[in-house]
């Protein structure tokens, strides 16, 4: 029996109504990376109103999602899309480009993919 490792770590920074959040994800995320994530989201924002995010999704580690894990990361999405301002995900996989653009179909703000970790911090902070 092997054990794979998989999870997101996560970094949340704050100015008043203004967030960035950094996003790695490792391995095949699971329902149970999403029942940890959700609730320090959830409570990192609840206590703002309208709060404005920026996010650096670095995706380099990312094998994919369990199916329920997906519909956890749709949810998540749907939950906090109109606080979403850009989001750049950072990868290294095709499949990471097309996803990034499936995913900007369900949320306000941009969504862009990058393979040059310091292109995405740019153009996040322009």
Sequence with gaps: MSNQRHGIAIGIERTDR???????????????????I?????????EVRN???KVLFDAT???????????DDFKMGLKHNNHF?????????HWQHTAA???????????KYFDDEHAALDWLHE
């Design 101 to 111: 653009s499936i995913g900007s179909w369900f949320v306000s703000g941009e969504v």
């Design 51 to 53: 709060p404005l995010i």
């Design 18 to 36: 203004d967030f960035f959040l950094s996003l790695k994800a490792t391995g095949k995320l699971t329902h149970d990376d999403y029942q940890t």
């Design 61 to 71: 580690e990312l094998e994919g999602w369990e199916l329920r894990a997906a519909w």
């Design 38 to 46: 959700t609730p320090m989201l959830d409570a990192a924002l609840g």
């Design 85 to 93: 301002v850009k989001i750049a995900v950072y990868g290294n996989q």
